[in-house]
């Protein structure tokens, strides 16, 4: 399923493929930029779409382009160290998370660095339409020309041959004055080639019907033990991660269907962004999301957040969710595969969970549905071995998925790897301290940590676009997840002790202590195209599924122990 994407619509209108219009374009040479001072080159901010893509011609030079231009954080060895501390069950730090305001303080780039970023895009013409709150972000507009003389670019049509698909993008590397170099990270929006995909299957044979068929709430929560926490969600909130809209009466007929009740779902708006008027073809996304997360957690607030498809989009919206500070867990069904996203965009979005980890929000997404072969569907194709971003982020816990089967009695019964659960070695990301001890990887960041029931042939039962359908992929397994987080915090609340926050670090110190049987369905059986299933992690399920109520106990309970305790 492609979801469209708010980016490609002014492109689309200046790209038509005949050989009458490719005449009739205006061709022009990028502008030099400013001479007398030296540039420094931008790396990784040209889309590896270019490279397998065929340019059509010129964009014009009157076209109007948005760009986000990303700041550097500052004192990152110091965050690193307070990151490891703050997950650190034996440091004083241990819980004692930051404010947005703390964060941005100690870590964010200054208000110096945002005015400086200022006055050279206004320099250069360009209008500065806003600034994160959390000053990582400065988003500017303006024509074509302008941009090539502010990054001294060259912006070209080209048309994915793959995909069929027609796209801009920037020839080269973006630049900037040298004196800028150590103030700015990247820059995004010079291409609209990337675009978010849902992580989500159906059955093959799948048609709407009047009923509810496929996994129910009390089954997925029977079988994970969800139900024996005891909570419900309230007083927490969850932010749903989204590039489409949703209807209110679909998650209502949902929630009458179950007896469930809890908060209002609400509409966050990113860059001006609301699609739940006319949703698009991603709706059943965004009602997967949230009847998943009100199964598990029906007493948690909702906000779902959306943002325009498009790098600069999913860059706003990290800004923007972290800057709010309004959630305690975030839960991600969309991805792009890393090969064919522009490396500059992924450093942005990890600079945004990097602050979600200080401040204690936890980050759940889906590791995608075309196995270890992540690009099978876009540029790269099925013969790349690739993982997922957003799941392949250090500080996001990857969900891998399962093919769940559930007693009359709706608990456990067995469980195997979904065939095309992602996972795999990330290209972009180091293998962080708390995942060397698994052995795999060679030193890169591996996915999933995690899984949960993603197979459509043991789909979860929903209600989108007016009628009851059986869906399945790992966009069911990560908001179950963070529904999951939610229960925790609630419980981890009362019990006078400290948000889940980044639960990676915590999860692998479970996993590989004497608790791991109590705390995870360890999945041993199955495959995708590369990895196999087996005993304790591996890189078609992670460390398995929840046993939500013995993984409770382990992390509010000082009786964890892992190798290194011992």
Not at 23 to 30: G, H, K, L, N, Q
Not at 121 to 150: D, M, P, Y
Not at 478 to 487: M, V
Request: charged share 15%; glycine share 10%; hydrophobic share 35%.
């Amino acid at each position: 399923m492609r979801p469209r994407s708010l980016a490609l619509a002014s492109a689309l209108a200046v790209l038509p493929l005949t050989a009458a219009s490719l005449a009739a374009t205006t061709a022009y040479a990028a502008p030099a930029p400013h001479v007398s001072a030296p540039r420094v080159a931008l790396p990784n901010t040209v889309t590896p779409a270019v490279a397998h893509s065929q340019k059509q011609g010129d964009v014009p030079a009157a076209q109007q382009i948005s760009v986000a231009v990303s700041l550097k954080l500052r004192n990152t060895a110091q965050l690193d160290r307070f990151l490891a501390a703050v997950n650190d069950k034996h440091s004083p730090q241990y819980g004692h998370y930051l404010t947005p305001a703390q964060f941005t303080e100690r870590f964010g780039p200054t208000q110096a660095d945002v005015a400086q970023v200022r006055s050279y895009l206004e320099g250069q013409g360009l209008k500065v339409t806003s600034v994160s709150a959390n000053r990582q972000v400065v988003n500017a507009s303006g024509t074509n020309a302008q941009i090539a003389k502010a990054f001294g670019t060259h912006e070209s049509r080209y048309v994915d041959k793959l995909e069929k698909k027609a796209f801009f993008a920037n020839d080269g590397a973006a630049s900037v004055p040298a004196s800028l170099s150590g103030v700015v990270q990247g820059v995004s929006g010079l291409n609209n080639k990337t675009v978010r995909t849902t992580r989500m299957a159906k059955p093959k044979a799948a048609t709407p019907h009047d009923t509810p068929s496929g996994v129910a709430p009390a089954q997925y929560n029977g079988a994970y033990n969800l139900d024996k926490l005891g909570t419900d969600g309230s007083g927490t909130t969850v932010a749903l991660w989204e590039f489409d809209g949703y209807s209110s009466s679909n998650l209502k007929t949902y929630d009458s269907q179950f007896g469930l009740s809890g908060p209002d779902v609400s509409t966050v708006s990113v860059d001006g962004a609301n699609y739940d008027s006319s949703p698009g073809q991603g709706q059943g996304e965004v009602e997967l999301d949230s009847e998943i997360v009100r199964g598990v957690a029906p007493k948690a607030q909702q906000l779902v957040y959306e943002a325009p498809n498009s790098d600069q989009g999913e860059i706003d919206m990290a800004a923007q969710i972290v800057s709010e500070n309004k959630v305690s867990v975030i839960s991600i069904s969309w991805g792009s595969c890393e090969p064919d996203t522009t490396a500059s965009s992924m450093t942005a979005v990890d600079n945004s969970f990097k602050q979600a980890a200080a401040q204690g929000i936890s980050v759940f997404s889906a590791s995608g549905d075309d196995g270890s072969r992540d690009c099978t569907r876009s540029t790269s194709g099925s013969s790349v071995q690739a993982v997922d971003f957003p799941a392949s982020d250090p500080y996001v816990t990857g969900v891998g998925g399962t093919n769940l089967s559930v007693n009359d009695d709706n608990s456990y019964s067995s469980e195997s790897a979904w065939s095309t659960a992602g996972g795999g070695v990330s290209t972009q990301f180091a293998q962080p301290s708390w995942q060397s001890g698994t052995g795999v990887g060679g030193g890169k960041r591996t996915v999933p940590d995690v899984s949960s029931n993603a197979d459509p042939n043991s789909g979860f039962a929903v209600y989108t676009a007016g009628g009851w359908q059986v869906i399945g992929g790992t966009s069911a397994a990560a908001p179950l997840w963070a529904g999951y987080a939610s229960l925790f915090n609630q419980k981890a609340k009362a019990a006078g002790q400290s948000a889940l926050g980044e639960a990676n670090p915590k999860l692998y110190s479970i996993a590989g202590g004497s608790n791991y049987g109590s705390a995870f369905h360890d999945v041993t059986t199955g495959a995708n195209q590369d990895f196999s299933a087996g005993t304790g992690y591996d890189q078609v399920t992670g460390w398995g599924s929840p046993v939500a109520d013995g993984l409770t106990n382990a992390l509010l309970g000082g009786s964890q122990s892992s190798s290194s305790d011992e």
